[in-house]
């Protein structure tokens, strides 16, 4: 009986234990760890297994190790989010957090992910030629507009 009693207790410790000593981790984040994103970003969301204290922060790094500056940040229960104040360039980046669980200790972790999205066209020789034409006219139908009202305003 006794050794029935020492096994249950044993168990129950086991079981209860892995609970006791289990902290919060990174349950799921936007964007994933390793994505390819191929569309502009506008924030990064991570979500945790527990409820996560005020104190949490969320920093970005491009390859360069930069800071990415972030906008509104917002921690609710067990979600914690911030925008990009400008969409990110092509490359790299490293999402750096660092939490205070439920269960009070902190804790921190990263993971990466990639922007590749569409690159804006460079334009040839002959279309800043061609622009520079448009705009050179558009500048003298708009200096010859302000010659025809000084004309005016002298008759």
């Known amino acids: 009986m006794?050794?029935?009693v020492s096994i249950l207790f044993l168990i129950l410790f086991f079981l209860c234990?892995?609970?006791a000593f289990a902290h919060t981790s990174l349950k799921e984040s936007t964007p994933?760890?390793?994505?390819?994103?191929?569309?502009?970003?506008?924030e990064v969301t991570l979500?945790?297994?527990?409820?996560?204290?005020?104190?949490?922060?969320?920093?970005?790094?491009n390859s360069n190790g930069e800071s990415i500056p972030l906008g509104n940040f917002v921690?609710?229960?067990?979600?914690?989010?911030?925008?990009?104040?400008q969409p990110l360039a092509n490359g790299d980046y490293k999402v750096n957090w660092t939490i205070i669980g439920g269960d009070g200790h902190?804790?921190?972790?990263h993971f990466s992910f990639t922007v590749?999205?569409?690159?804006?066209?460079t334009p040839t020789k002959e279309q800043k030629k061609r622009l520079h034409k448009l705009k050179k006219k558009k500048?003298?139908?708009?200096?010859?507009k302000n010659l025809n009202k000084i004309k005016c305003s002298l008759t």
Do not use: C
């Not at 945790?48 to 969320?58: P, W």
């Not at 921690?75 to 104040?85: H, K, Q, R």
């Not at 902190?106 to 972790?109: C, E, Q, V």
């Open 2 to 4: 006794t050794k029935k």
């Open 17 to 19: 234990s892995n609970q």
């Open 32 to 42: 994933k760890e390793g994505e390819v994103i191929a569309q502009t970003i506008q």
């Open 47 to 61: 979500i945790f297994g527990t409820k996560i204290e005020q104190t949490s922060k969320i920093t970005v790094l």
């Open 75 to 85: 921690i609710e229960d067990d979600e914690m989010w911030a925008t990009f104040l």
């Open 106 to 109: 902190p804790i921190d972790g």
């Open 116 to 121: 590749n999205g569409p690159m804006a066209e």
């Open 139 to 144: 500048y003298l139908r708009h200096q010859n």
